[in-house]
């Protein structure tokens, strides 16, 4: 700090102390020049008491009853010197300073002192004045000498007393001027002491400042400390985490390290016997390739095998299902089918009694025996299972990539929609024919994967319903959008029709769900012979197209599903209205079929003319390569015996009369139309 060094506290107390000394607060007593002490009035006259007391001694001998005389003049000594103040007096008597101090008052000790001093040091009053005290007795009048001898005492006691006081204020005289001196030092030392004090303040106040900052500062440092101290705190917690994390990735580094070495020394084992792998791959592949080309070899055996037993079996077969008697038939018929024996030994012929009237109306006692020859027939225990056994060879060779058509045929009431789709319930054990077609297609695509082969598929379908075609798979069919049946080109006797929904199927599922929508927008109906009748023919047909890119191998056929409609005998349905129409287009229909076939079976051209149904049943016979194979499934219900009697008389197919016995016509019809050279359809 700039300034002074701070005086110590002794010293600024002597420096106060000094002041008050100095500097009095009360009006000074000292004797001034030109001032007198102020006393009593009544005391002005009076000599001092001391005198009076002085003056006492003398008069002792009054009290004691002798004259009074006047005392001897004894010599004063000099007033004393200032430096002697407030020690022995001249009068014997001793004050402590401090006592007199405190009596001065304000007056301060050393002036009480020095007027004492001069009080002693004033001439003592001669006997004179003791002569003239209260206490002296009174001149006579007539004493006039010693009258004056008392007047001179007395002048010369007030002359020695003058002396005494002229002595004592000449020493007070310089008392104060040596005050003066030291009341000028100690103001100067004042007005330093004030600067130095005004300077100590001002540097107190910065000082304080300072301090307020410091504090301030201090207790930042402090909230910093403790925020530093939290800090470390939790820096200390994590250290210790962090710590035992390292610990534990140390540990789990040296687990795996030693994993790792573990590892390294399995790697080199397997790579040991990666490379015996590698070796034993590379006979494996060659193994593979020898197995892959055998596996084919064997699959095109397997191809030509089946394609030389179904050729064997016959490229068109004929089956035959009777269907079981309905409830509603069981009443009319209880002996059951009894006209109808199934020889168990021979699971391809059936045999039909028929009771038959002569000319003349008298009835016969022996029925007429029928035997009909089939590829199969299956009776009314028959499943849907065993009769798709029979129809699955045909499926497969779909897949081989031959033109498979089944058609269902038979009566109204007959079990056509039954055998192809299968009854409304969706238990799998009655699935129809086209379903389990479907699956057996799409199981075997995905055998044939393993073989390099991949297939794609395409599905529509289409019912013929009064000579016109309608499309099952569009769910609201726009008015005028007509549909009909055109060759591919002029150079292929191929047919489609171009407006058809072709929807591309990828699994099972999707084509179930096409099946459903077409079941759901098919015409159907009830008559006196169906509680729901099918008034039209449905055609399905899923288009088969298999690649082997290995083998630069490519397959196309077309599996085709036909539900044709019932024919009818009117005078049994006893249609009216539009069912006896949908009955009229129903059986010239089924006509115009059995025309195409008798024609193909002659080798005899077609002409597109006339109603769309028969070219559209006939397309799937017209497949110029590779060979077709077709079944027709004759569905048959309780009346198959006049049903039978009847084709045999007077066929609704063609050429039937021979059909049913021996199939010979209808295989060689339709069996083999690309034989023909493509005579099926002109
Ligand atoms: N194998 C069978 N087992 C049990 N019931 C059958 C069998 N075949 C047919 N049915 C029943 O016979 C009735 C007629 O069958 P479906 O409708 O299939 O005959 P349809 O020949 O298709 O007749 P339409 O030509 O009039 O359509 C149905 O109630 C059906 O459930």
Request: hydrophobic share 35%.
């Amino acid at each position: 700090m700039d300034g002074p060094p701070p005086l110590p506290l002794r010293e600024q107390k002597m420096n106060s102390e000094d002041k008050s000394f100095l500097l009095p607060k009360g009006p000074s007593r000292l004797p001034v020049s030109g001032l007198r002490l102020k006393r009593p009035a009544s005391d002005e006259n009076e000599p001092p008491k001391v005198d009076r007391k002085r003056a006492r001694g003398p008069l002792d001998p009054t009290k004691r009853g002798g004259p009074v005389t006047a005392a001897p003049s004894v010599p004063k000594p000099p007033p004393a010197a200032p430096g002697l103040r407030g020690h022995r007096q001249a009068g014997g008597r001793r004050r402590s300073s401090t006592r007199t101090r405190g009596t001065a008052g304000v007056a301060g000790p050393s002036i009480t002192g020095s007027r004492r001093t001069v009080a002693a040091a004033a001439p003592k009053p001669a006997a004179a004045p003791a002569a003239a005290g209260g206490g002296e007795k009174k001149r006579a009048p007539w004493d006039l000498k010693g009258q004056v001898s008392d007047l001179r005492a007395k002048v010369g006691t007030y002359k020695e007393k003058a002396q005494g006081l002229a002595g004592e204020n000449e020493a007070l005289r310089h008392q104060l001027s040596q005050l003066e001196g030291e009341l000028k030092q100690a103001t100067a030392r004042n007005q330093q002491l004030e600067g130095r004090n005004s300077a100590l303040a001002l540097e107190l106040q910065t000082c304080q400042a300072q301090a307020t900052e410091s504090l301030q500062r201090v207790e930042q440092l402090v909230k910093q400390e403790q925020q530093l101290q939290e800090t470390v705190k939790s820096q200390s917690q994590a250290i210790r985490e962090l710590e035992t994390a390292g610990r534990k990735a140390r540990e789990a580094k040296e687990d795996l390290a030693a994993q790792l070495e573990a590892r390294e020394a399995e790697l080199r084992l397997a790579q040991e016997s990666l490379a015996q792998r590698a070796q034993e791959n590379e006979a494996l592949a060659a193994r593979k390739a020898q197995l892959e080309q055998k596996l084919h070899e064997s699959e095109m055996e397997r191809r030509s095998l089946h394609n030389a037993v179904q050729e064997l079996k016959g490229n068109i077969r004929v089956f035959c299902r009777v269907r079981p008697l309905l409830s509603s038939e069981k009443e009319a018929q209880k002996q059951g089918v009894s006209h109808l024996r199934f020889p168990p030994d021979d699971s391809k012929s059936l045999v039909l009694s028929k009771a038959e009237e002569s000319h003349v109306g008298r009835e016969r006692k022996e029925d007429i025996v029928y035997e009909f020859n089939f590829d199969q027939v299956f009776p009314p225990s028959s499943s849907q299972e065993e009769v798709f056994e029979e129809i699955s060879l045909l499926v497969q060779s779909a897949l081989d990539g031959y033109h498979v058509c089944i058609f269902a045929y038979g009566q109204t009431g007959s079990g056509k929609t039954y055998t192809m789709e299968g009854p409304d319930c969706q238990d799998p054990s009655t699935a129809g024919m086209i379903p389990r077609a479907v699956q057996q297609i799409f199981r075997k695509a995905r055998e044939m994967e393993a073989k390099g082969w991949k297939y794609h598929f395409t599905a529509n379908f289409l019912e013929i319903y009064n000579e016109s075609l309608r499309d099952l798979l569009v769910l609201r069919p726009e008015r005028g959008s007509e549909l009909e049946i055109r060759r591919v080109s002029q150079c292929t006797e191929e047919l489609h029709v171009p407006n058809l929904c072709y929807v591309p199927v990828a699994s099972e599922q999707e084509v179930l769900k096409l099946l459903q929508r077409a079941k759901a927008n098919r015409s159907v109906a009830k008559t006196n012979l169906n509680e729901r009748s099918s008034r039209s023919h449905s055609l399905f047909q899923l288009r088969i197209e298999g690649h082997n890119t290995n083998r630069e191998l490519h397959t196309s056929s077309v599996l085709s599903l036909v539900d044709l409609a019932g024919s009818e005998r009117l005078d049994r349905s006893l249609s009216t209205g539009d069912r006896l129409k949908e009955t009229q287009a129903i059986n010239s229909s089924l006509s115009n079929l059995g025309l195409v076939i008798t024609a193909l079976s002659n080798k005899v051209g077609v002409c597109l003319r006339g109603g769309e149904s028969w070219p559209a049943m006939g397309q799937p016979f017209a497949a110029p390569q590779p060979a077709s194979r077709s079944a027709l499934v004759f569905c048959e219900g309780e009346d198959v015996a006049s049903t039978a009697v009847s084709r045999v008389g007077c066929p609704p197919i063609g050429g039937s009369r021979a059909v049913i016995p021996s199939n010979s016509t209808i295989r060689s019809g339709m069996g083999q139309p690309h034989d023909a050279g493509g005579t099926g359809l002109p």
